[in-house]
């Protein structure tokens, strides 16, 4: 590597508006007041993108494989050590859910790890993965922050029993040995959204709520919002700009009544996805 | 002694030798998967079909203009047309195919345009732009990825369907707005990445079959002075090189 490739990688590397001319980010607004931890996103997440169910066993042995998982924090009184919990009437204040997905960022860790760049940050904003050109080396995995790669450990799709391979989603790939996998943001849907815009004509725009992702469709509560974050009219950016968020600042500022956050802001991994933090009651 | 000493270096010569014809051998055959050649269960005449009675390809298959998948049609189809055609009722071919409707099977039709898994075609957008948008004759848009099939007596692949090949096209035509940019594939290269080198160092490989009728199979420079020649509202009309690689592999 010459002296001036990498003088280049590090000015593009700063560049933070490198995709400012593009037409389309897609972004998330995950409520987690609406959050109920029900797990119709993880299911339909399942149904969706052709997961495999690996088993209990294969979560025990570090095989997980969930693209979207509801993580699960418990809540203490305030001020109580966790000892003094199991002895009070009361002793929790409940669970607090976040699902927790690929965060999309636009300064992903994962990206530039990658010896065969089968993950690259596509013009739409998405952290891509394209698993012909992976050879599984899993730096992405350990790269991530978030946790939110899996690895494709076993040859899963071979254990469908013969009928069942007829429920796969054929828009998208059956991934096999060896491959990272991660959420995509149902790029299959907005491709497809895309494209039906195109035969009409309409290029870089794609009307709000035109397109779903299987997370947010299945979501009783309508906590999650999904969308176009360059469309100023959109559910999503209005979320963004109700709460205050916005990208390339690491720390948001909180008035009163704004609650959105996104996570491991102080990372500067500049998430797509962000969070509204739930309201406790921390008096009662 | 001489001879121990010669052995080794001939059979790396043999070895040699051997990899270098096979390197021949295997760009002219056919790949393992690759169904081309493979007897179907019975012939079917697209020579009669589309090119004596220029049925369109669209009547058949149906799905192009309106899905991912051009689609190969239910034996229904063809008993709507050929329970009223008794002049041919008797023809082997014929016989063969009322056998399938009479046993209610589908006929096992094997596939010949198959691609592989992770990568998706869609004839839609192909189907739309090309036919309806551009009005460009039916046959003259499939015959691009399909070659010539209204002289075929039975189904065969004659463009190779490559990657590098579905570049040659996209990524000669670009369109305006892409003008003057970077190759896509340099231009989406990770900002991070450690390396600055494209990812895709395509050749533009050329068809195997030379077909004069269609502009895809002309030489990439060719294509190029042709399309710079084109006033600015005319260049519009050319295809887009896709922008990343999940536009065809996700």
Request: glycine share 6%; proline share 7%; net charge neutral.
């Amino acid at each position: 590597m010459s002296l001036s490739r990498m003088l280049d990688n590090w000015s593009r590397l700063n560049q933070r508006d490198y995709y400012k001319d593009e037409p389309i980010m897609w972004g998330m607004s995950i409520d987690l007041n609406k959050c109920t931890g029900c797990a119709s996103c993880v299911t339909a997440c399942y149904a969706e993108n052709n997961i495999p169910a690996v088993g209990k066993e294969k979560c025990a042995t570090g095989h997980t494989m969930h693209w979207l998982r509801i993580e699960r924090y418990w809540d203490l009184p305030e001020g109580e050590a966790d000892l003094a919990v199991e002895e009070s009437e009361y002793p929790e204040r409940g669970a607090h859910f976040a699902p927790m997905m690929c965060q999309q960022c636009n300064h992903a860790p994962c990206e530039p790890v990658c010896p065969v760049a089968a993950t690259y940050h596509n013009p739409d904003g998405l952290n891509a993965q394209v698993y012909n050109r992976c050879i599984g080396s899993r730096y992405c995995g350990t790269n991530c922050p978030f946790k939110v790669r899996y690895f494709n450990f076993f040859d899963y799709s071979e254990d469908i029993p013969h009928p069942m391979e007829m429920l796969l989603n054929p828009d998208l790939t059956v991934r096999s040995k060896g491959v990272m996998e991660k959420c995509t943001f149902c790029v299959q849907r907005l491709r497809n959204a895309k494209g039906d815009q195109a035969d009409k004509g309409i290029r870089g725009h794609v009307e709000d709520g035109e397109v779903q992702t299987a997370c947010q469709q299945s979501c009783p509560t309508e906590a999650i919002v999904f969308g176009n974050l360059k469309d100023s009219e959109s559910k999503v950016s209005k979320a963004w700009e109700d709460h205050n968020v916005e990208l390339n600042r690491h720390e948001q500022f909180h008035e009163e009544g704004e609650r959105g956050y996104r996570v491991f802001e102080e990372l500067n991994v500049e998430p797509s996805v962000m969070y509204l933090d739930r309201v406790r009651d921390t008096n009662a | 002694m001489l001879r121990s000493v010669k052995a080794p270096w001939a059979s790396k010569f043999s070895k040699l030798l051997f990899v270098v014809a096979l390197g021949f051998v295997l760009p002219t055959g056919a790949f393992a998967d690759d169904v081309s050649n493979a007897p179907q269960p019975f012939e079917f005449p697209h020579a009669r079909h589309a090119g004596k009675f220029k049925i369109n390809c669209m009547y058949c298959h149906s799905g192009a203009r309106r899905s991912k998948v051009a689609g190969i049609p239910p034996v229904a189809k063809c008993i709507g047309c050929h329970s009223n055609l008794p002049s041919v009722r008797e023809t082997p071919r014929i016989k063969k195919l009322f056998s399938y409707w009479e046993k209610k099977e589908p006929i096992p039709w094997l596939k010949v345009h198959d691609l592989p898994d992770f990568v998706e075609f869609n004839h839609k957008r192909h189907v739309q732009r090309f036919i309806f948008k551009d009005g460009r004759s039916t046959q003259q848009t499939c015959g691009m990825c399909h070659g010539d099939v209204k002289t075929f007596s039975v189904g065969q692949k004659v463009k190779p369907l490559t990657m590098g090949w579905c570049l040659s096209c996209h990524q000669q035509f670009q369109g305006e707005s892409d003008v003057g940019l970077p190759a896509p594939a340099k231009r989406w290269m990770i900002p991070a990445a450690a390396t600055d080198k494209p990812i895709l160092d395509v050749e533009y490989p050329q068809p195997a079959v030379f077909d004069a009728e269609h502009p895809v199979t002309m030489k990439a420079s060719d294509v190029k002075i042709m399309t710079e020649k084109l006033p600015k509202s005319l260049k519009e009309k050319f295809a887009r090189a896709p922008h990343d690689c999940w536009q065809c592999h996700k």
